[in-house]
T-cell receptor, first 112, second 112 residues
C-alpha cells in the first residue's frame, strides 16, 4: 500500500511563483526523499531529509519535515517552465533492503 | 555515479505472450536492485527487489517473476501476459550510503 500521499494531486502556477507540495505518511521513517519525474521518463532524486532534521535546502528547493505530524513539504522557489514535472515523496522505513515506498505524486505545471 | 540501462523502451504485446524486460547497471558493484511498476496517474508499486545474485524478494503476488543472473543485471519476466500487466516498469538501484535510488528511463508495456 502507498505510504506517502502527496497533496495536491495537480498544481498549476505562473512562472516565477513559488510551488508548494505536501506529503503525508503513516508510519515511522528513517528518512524521506523527494523525486522528480518528467513525462515518460525515470525518476530523479532531488533531496533527502533524515528523521532528525527539520529543514533542508538545495538550490531553489526547500524541504521541511514534521515527524510529529508525519508530514513533509517541498517548496520550489522562483519556478521555471522547466520545473514542469511530477513530484513524488518516498519514505524509507529503514527496515532493510526493501526499497522506498512512494506516494502517487503531484503533477506540477508551470505556465510560461 | 550509477547509470541504469533498461530495454526495450516500449513494448506492445498480445495477451498470453511472454515478456522479458532487462536492466543493467554501470558504475557500482553489488547494488540492491528493484523493479517498480507505475500505472497511469499512479505512484510506484514495488514488485521485486534483490540484494545479490540469485536473491529475489517479491512484494506482491502476481503474474511476473524476476531474476538476477549477474551482479549488475536484473530481468523481469512473464510466461503469459495479462491485460493488467500493462504499465510503466522502472528499474532502480541503490547508490551511496543514504539509500537514495537511481532509476532507469523505464519500459512502457502495453498488453492488448
Amino acid at each position: 500500500s502507498q505510504q506517502g500521499e502527496e497533496d495536491p494531486q495537480a498544481l498549476s502556477i505562473q512562472e516565477g511563483e513559488n510551488a508548494t507540495m505536501n506529503c503525508s505518511y503513516k508510519t515511522s521513517i528513517n528518512n524521506l526523499q523527494w523525486y522528480r519525474q518528467n513525462s515518460g521518463r525515470g525518476l530523479v532524486h532531488l533531496i533527502l531529509i533524515r528523521s532528525n532534521e527539520r529543514e533542508k535546502h538545495s538550490g531553489r528547493l526547500r524541504v521541511t519535515l514534521d515527524t510529529s505530524k508525519k508530514s513533509s513539504s517541498l517548496l520550489i522557489t522562483a519556478s521555471r517552465a522547466a520545473d514542469t514535472a511530477s513530484y513524488f515523496c518516498a519514505t524509507d522505513a529503514g527496515g532493510g533492503a526493501d526499497g522506498l515506498t512512494f506516494g502517487k505524486g503531484t503533477h506540477l505545471i508551470i505556465q510560461p | 555515479s550509477q547509470t541504469i540501462h533498461q530495454w526495450p523502451a516500449t513494448l506492445v504485446q498480445p495477451v498470453g505472450s511472454p515478456l522479458s524486460l532487462e536492466c543493467t547497471v554501470e558504475g557500482t558493484s553489488n547494488p540492491n536492485l528493484y523493479w517498480y511498476r507505475q500505472a497511469a496517474g499512479r505512484g510506484l508499486q514495488l514488485l521485486f527487489y534483490s540484494v545479490g545474485i540469485g536473491q529475489i524478494s517479491s512484494e506482491v503476488p502476481q503474474n511476473l517473476s524476476a531474476s538476477r543472473p549477474q551482479d549488475r543485471q536484473f530481468i523481469l519476466s512473464s510466461k503469459k501476459l495479462l491485460l493488467s500487466d500493462s504499465g510503466f516498469y522502472l528499474c532502480a538501484c541503490t547508490g551511496g550510503r543514504t539509500g537514495e535510488l537511481f532509476f532507469g528511463e523505464g519500459s512502457r508495456l502495453t498488453v492488448l
